[in-house]
C-alpha cells in the first residue's frame, strides 16, 4: 500500500522547479548532404533567465526536437550572464553592431515596458529588464539578432562602474 502511493506521487510530477524559466526563439530542420541523400537534424535556440537579471542563451543540434531543445537548455546555464540592472532598466544607452545586426538598446522611465521586437524581446523579458526603448536594425536572423543583445549585456556596465571611469 506504501510502496504504490509512493509510486503515484512520483508519476504525478514532484519534479523540481528549475529556478530558470526557458523560451524556444527558433526550432529549424537543417539538413546535411551525404552519400545515401541527406540527414535532417534540428536546430534549436533557446534563451533561460531567472527574471533577476541572469540570462542564457544555447544553439544546439540534435536528432530531434526535444534532444535539440534539451542540449540548447544546457548551453544556455553554462553562458549566463549578470546584468547590472538599476530600477528595472538598463544603466546606459548601447548601439551594438553583431555581424550584420545592429542594435541600438536605451533605457526607459517606468511604465515605458520592453518596447522590442520578437528575438530581442523575449531575451529582455527573461533577463528581468522591464522598461526598455530598443530597435533592430539590419538582419531579420533571429541567432545574430540575440547574440547582439549578448553582446550588448556583455559591454554594459553598472552605474558605480561608470561613476569610477569617469574620474
Known amino acids: 500500500m506504501a510502496f504504490e ?3 503515484r ?4 510530477g514532484e519534479r523540481e522547479r528549475s529556478e530558470f524559466d526557458q523560451k524556444v526563439v527558433e526550432v529549424k530542420r537543417v539538413t546535411r548532404v551525404v552519400a545515401g541523400g541527406k540527414r535532417m537534424r534540428f536546430r ?5 533567465g531567472d527574471h533577476k537579471g541572469r540570462v542564457g542563451m ?7 526536437v526535444s534532444e535539440s531543445v534539451n542540449k540548447a537548455v ?4 553554462k553562458n549566463m550572464i549578470t546584468l547590472p540592472l538599476v530600477n528595472d532598466t538598463i544603466p546606459h544607452e548601447l548601439n551594438i553592431k ?9 533605457p526607459a522611465k517606468a511604465g515605458t515596458g520592453v518596447i522590442a521586437g520578437g528575438a530581442v524581446r523575449s531575451v529582455m523579458e527573461l533577463a528581468g529588464v522591464k522598461n526598455v ?8 536572423n533571429k541567432v545574430n539578432n ?14 558605480e562602474e561608470l561613476a569610477r571611469l569617469r574620474k
Not at 98 to 106: A, E, N, R, T, V
Open 44 to 48: 534549436a535556440l533557446v534563451v533561460i
Open 58 to 64: 544555447g544553439l544546439k543540434k540534435g536528432s530531434d
Open 98 to 106: 553583431y555581424k550584420s545586426s545592429s542594435l541600438m538598446l536605451h
Open 146 to 159: 540575440i547574440k547582439a543583445v549578448f553582446a550588448a549585456f556583455q559591454r554594459m556596465k553598472s552605474k
Open 133 to 140: 526603448v530598443s530597435k533592430m536594425l539590419g538582419s531579420n
Open 5 to 7: 502511493k509512493r509510486r
Open 74 to 77: 544546457n548551453a544556455a546555464k
Open 9 to 12: 506521487q512520483s508519476q504525478e
